[in-house]
């Protein structure tokens, strides 16, 4: 039977890559494939049109001499070691928010681990109503579809799952020393460089799917943030002086994100959370919270509890539990 069109373009990748001496003939390809000579011909001139630079020479065949810096399935599929996450991906252009996209397909019944993820998005959204800056060719958009067996309260869980999936990746990728900022935020220097975005369908007891979106700032130049951007931000580029290729950091985020959604499965939030706090500096320091209703509240943040929610020891004493909001570090902290 013939491979869907993805699977047909990875293999004859994974082909070329074998190659000992880079040519493939066309007659090879359409054996190993189990398709015609003008299948694989198709094929190749896909592969070209998604910008992989394909060399063709009469009675040798076919080598690849480039390939494209772009989060394809074609790519984050080579090597990848996943068990459930990123089996099927969805790869777009362009989106207008892969959050929107991996949402609807959640509706429709696509399975637990399905990626949605984007080039660009045209409307990418930010947590309370925002908007996450989507430039094309330079970040990684993804989102990811999950079916926990689980109640809602356990969903916000899954947002330090993926904080701490994001910092273990950038630290795998490029030796920097990422750290957390509750709720959702994944800081360099105090920068932000990676957003997270979780969004759930659930009924009154027990979640239908969970969309974790993640946002990570890889090569963007200081001229592509906006000057009013609200919280002060950085990329990896910026902060580590290389740029990282896309592929190779969705690969290695999908694989963090299998291994830790794994591990909570089998050992529940508590290993992830202690993990999360062990590398948020939050701890100790003295924080406004602004929840949304324009009075911030001001103490000195404990810790995060098993659901995720914020400790924060008032000025009385007294001990409040924040589910949501914006924290800012006060300048005593300085001092
Ligand atoms: C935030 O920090 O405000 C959250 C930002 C989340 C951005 C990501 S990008 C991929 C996914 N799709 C979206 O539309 N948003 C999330």
């Known amino acids: 039977m013939p491979l869907p069109a993805t699977g047909a373009r990875e293999a004859i990748l994974g082909l070329f890559r074998q190659a000992s001496e880079g040519f493939v003939s066309g007659a090879r390809l359409s054996e190993a494939l189990g398709v015609s000579r003008t299948a694989v011909w198709k094929q190749i001139r896909q592969l070209r049109q998604l910008g992989y630079r394909i060399e063709a020479i009469p009675s ?48 429709a019944g696509a399975g637990e681990g399905m990626i949605v993820i984007a080039d660009r998005q045209s409307a990418g959204k930010g947590r309370l109503g925002r908007t996450w ?17 689980l109640p809602p309260y356990a969903a916000p869980q899954l947002t330090f799952l993926s904080a701490l999936a994001v910092s273990r990746a950038i630290a795998a990728v490029t030796g920097l020393a990422p750290t957390h900022k509750w709720p959702n935020d994944v800081l360099l220097d105090g920068f932000k460089v990676a957003g997270l975005l979780n969004e759930m369908s659930a009924e009154s007891d027990r979640i239908r799917f ?4 993640i946002g990570v700032n890889l090569n963007m130049t200081a001229d592509q943030f906006p000057a009013d951007l609200r919280a002060p931000a950085t990329s990896l580029l910026l902060a580590g002086g290389r740029p990282v290729p896309r592929a190779l950091f969705g690969r290695t985020l999908l694989e963090q994100l299998d291994s830790l959604y794994a591990e909570y499965l089998r050992h529940g939030p508590a290993p992830i959370m202690a993990a999360w706090e062990a590398h948020c500096d939050l701890v100790g320091k003295a924080v406004t919270v602004d929840e949304g209703s324009g009075t911030a509240l001001r103490g000195t943040v404990v810790g995060i509890d098993r659901d995720g929610a914020l400790l924060l020891t008032l000025a009385d004493g007294s001990t409040e539990r924040i589910l949501a909001g914006d924290v800012r570090l006060l300048p005593e902290n300085n001092q």
């Not at 430039?135 to 989102?143: A, D, I, M, W």
């Not at 969970?210 to 979106?213: A, D, E, F, H, I």
């Open 210 to 213: 969970v969309v974790l979106g």
């Open 60 to 107: 040798r065949g076919y080598r690849l001499c480039a390939t494209p810096d772009l989060p394809l399935a074609e790519e984050l599929h080579t090597g990848l070691s996943t068990r459930i996450i990123g089996k099927e991906i969805r790869y777009f252009t362009e989106t207008d928010s892969t959050n929107r996209q991996a949402y609807a397909l959640g509706e």
């Open 133 to 149: 800056i989507s430039p094309p060719g330079v970040n990684l958009y993804l989102s990811v579809l999950l079916r926990p067996p």
